[in-house]
């Protein structure tokens, strides 16, 4: 097990650096609450391929280019599965097409190999499992190089919050928006659903296989602040 209760105060604080994010409550009354958790060259003998490849290399996102960027990646989206694969199995989410944002982050991130070693960090009984997150420094290095960056709500488009639903939570920064923590996502287990988080995350996708992989992962014994006593890894994601 890689997670220390001691370790707890020094990683909650690396996730405060990195970009934290606002968890979503099993208790109603309760989900307004934060969580924390070279050799010199002329121009002309530069190839150009070169160029732009160190650009991409070299490119980060921001909350000032994210949303040009997010909207510019979704035009050219043909798919719309990512498959997950976990220490304890498999499992398929189909994403929304009208919830484009959080669609695009979500595939943008599954392509740039972010969830691969990442683990489901919080895990509530008939409620919820979250993950896009770890205990490992690399999630914090892989996080600083894609960027720093929050996502608009989208929570208008009539989908609510049903089993198998894949949502956002939110930043808990300075954020009276309500404004997406694009790394993390949380995925209902509640049966038929948990509808008081309606208005407050986005859902941007639904399980289409493997719903009992995600009840598996539900099960797990949890210890302190809903952190699974085994860590369950996500070995990786792949935009089907």
């Known amino acids: 097990m890689l997670l220390r209760q001691s370790a707890l105060p020094t990683i ?42 160190e650009e991409e290399e070299t490119f980060q996102l921001t909350e000032e280019n994210a ?24 499992f398929t989410v189909q994403l929304y097409d009208d919830v484009p944002y959080h669609k695009a982050n979500f595939i943008y991130l599954a392509r740039q190999k972010y969830f691969d070693s990442t683990q489901f960090h919080r895990v509530v009984k008939d409620f919820i499992i979250q993950g896009g997150n770890s205990d490992d420094k690399r999630t914090a290095r892989k996080r600083g190089k894609i960027g720093r960056y929050l996502l608009p709500p989208d929570a208008k488009k009539g989908y609510k919050h049903h089993r198998g639903t894949i949502s956002m939570p939110s930043s808990e920064r300075d954020n009276p928006h309500k404004l997406a923590s694009p790394y993390e996502f949380f995925i209902v287990v509640t049966e038929p659903g948990s509808y008081h988080l309606d208005g407050s995350y986005t859902p941007f996708g639904r399980v ?20 699974p006593f085994k860590n369950v890894y996500i070995l990786k994601a792949e935009v089907l």
């Open 12 to 53: 909650l604080f690396l996730f405060l650096i990195v970009s934290c994010g606002e968890s979503p409550k099993k208790d109603k009354d309760k989900v307004e609450e934060n969580i924390a958790k070279t050799d010199t060259v002329t121009t002309t003998q530069i190839d150009s391929t070169a160029i732009e490849e």
């Open 208 to 227: 289409i296989e493997g719903m009992d992989v995600v009840d598996a992962i539900n099960n797990v014994p949890v210890g302190d602040g809903d952190w």
């Open 67 to 90: 949303i040009d960027f997010f909207f510019d990646y979704s035009k050219n989206l043909k798919k719309d599965k990512v498959k997950i694969t976990t220490t304890m199995g498999s």
